[in-house]
């Protein structure tokens, strides 16, 4: 497969990868597959299944990785780019989330809007990770906390902003000639409790 995850950031692409039998084709040649196999597979007429598969082709979904001939023919073997899809929010043009609209920075709808702008931005970075002088090094720190108060959720949130500033003012180099410049972000929210990851530590990856 190409990538684990596959950003789809093209309406086309968008509205083919949403037809319920289109998600199912494309959960089910995670291995590759011939139309006549899938069809065999899932229970749909051979016809149905090449079709949508090809739609799925055009839009950069499924990919050729190969040939077999069966008796007196050849088919074909496709398989999905990737494991996981995830569509940008980008796809929705001028109505998407702009977190420069949010006037509440402590809302719901600011955090979502910055998320939307970081999966664009990655999506963005990902489809340029072919060129060779670009370096798409990320860097990602993830932590469940259980703040016993709402005192000390607060008191978190000061702690770390006056770290974050202490961090950013020894680090940040605008004048740099070659300066690498990256978007750093923190939020937190509230979230149900997953038994298995009570207590969980950090979770941290570069």
Known sequence: MDTAIHVIDERGAATAALHPLRLEILSELAEPDSAAGLARRIGIPRQQVNYHIRRLEEQGLVKLVGERRVIN??????????????????????LRADPEQMEDKASTEYVLAVASQ?????????HRAGNPHADPSTMALRADICFKSR?????????????VARLVDKYHAPRASKGRRFRFLACAY???????????PAEGAR
């Open 73 to 94: 023919c050849v088919e074909r073997l496709v398989q999905a780019v990737s494991r996981s899809y995830m569509i940008s929010p980008a796809v929705l043009g001028e």
């Open 118 to 126: 970081m999966i664009q931005e990655l999506a963005a970075l990902q």
């Open 151 to 163: 005192e000390s959720q607060t008191a978190f949130a000061d702690e770390l902003t006056q770290e």
């Open 190 to 200: 509230p979230v149900a409790i997953d038994p298995q990851r009570k207590g969980a």
